[in-house]
Each structure stands twice: as structure tokens, then as C-alpha cells.
């Protein structure tokens, strides 16, 4: 999850429309995947991109579930700590499919393939077969 601070709020609220405001800085004290998202939404005639940052796969899969002609999701690129991918750092790579199942211990476990070159598992230290979870079902 992210979270910020009233002392880093810029302008005025309910400038964009209710409900919204504008940061200037938000936070993340745990070393989870993130996503950028990228839509395309059309009001009035007109076609709007927008750019979303989505902490987690309960709301990347809402996002996605709400795509209708008039709103489209038009890429996806998971942000990963270096932990998870392996090289130290954070990373920002496209997405390219991502599967969520339960292991033998019940935890649930997101595979994240990227550019369809390599994968990355939110399961730390463990080697996961996809083949091996449970309730497999593919969010993107």
C-alpha cells in the first residue's frame, strides 16, 4: 500500500473532481511488487490517458475487471524490489501475464511473467512450479 502525508498535499482538494487530491510524495515501507498502469478513457468524445500506480493485485484485478470500450487498460508494468527479481534493486519492467494460486501451506502466491522472457514470484526464497499451486487462476 502507499500512503503519504497532509504535509506533502498540493493544491486543492477536489481540484481534479470529488474525492480527489494531489500529492506531491507517497510512501512504501514494504518491499512488494507495485504496478503502473496505463489506461485509456473516453468522456465526452474524447480519449484520456491516464496513468495509475496500483499497490497490489486485489485492485490491479479490480482495474482490470472494469475495462469496457470506454476504458481500457493499455499497458501494465509491475515495479519489483530486488529481492524478487534478483538484481538488487528495484525494477520496472512490462508485464506480460500474471497468475495467482495457493501453495501447499494455503499462502497465496502471484507469478509475475515479464516480457515474456522471465518470471518473478512474490514467494520469497521458495522455488515455485506453477504446476504445483492451487486454485490457479490468471488475473492478467
Given amino acids: 500500500m502507499f500512503r503519504s502525508h497532509e504535509t506533502v498535499a498540493e493544491g486543492t482538494p477536489n481540484f481534479f ?6 500529492w506531491r510524495m507517497f510512501e512504501r515501507h514494504l518491499a512488494h511488487a507495485w504496478y503502473h498502469v496505463v489506461l485509456e478513457e ?13 499497490s497490489d493485485v486485489d485492485m490491479l484485478e479490480e482495474i482490470l475487471s472494469q475495462q469496457t470500450s470506454d476504458f481500457v487498460v493499455t499497458e501494465i508494468q509491475v515495479v519489483t524490489p530486488g529481492w524478487m ?13 500474471l ?12 507469478l509475475h511473467n515479464i516480457d515474456d522472457e522471465k518470471a ?10 506453477a504446476h504445483s499451486l492451487k486454485g490457479m487462476r490468471v488475473i492478467f
Fill in 120 to 129: 518473478y514470484t512474490d514467494a520469497p526464497g521458495q522455488l515455485i512450479d
Fill in 42 to 54: 473516453r468522456l465526452e468524445g474524447r480519449v484520456w490517458t491516464r496513468t495509475m500506480m496500483i
Fill in 85 to 97: 527479481n534478483k538484481a538488487g534493486k528495484w525494477i520496472m519492467e512490462g508485464l506480460s501475464g
Fill in 17 to 22: 473532481g470529488d474525492g480527489y487530491s494531489n
Fill in 99 to 110: 497468475l495467482v494460486g495457493y501453495d501447499s501451506t494455503g499462502r497465496r502466491v502471484c
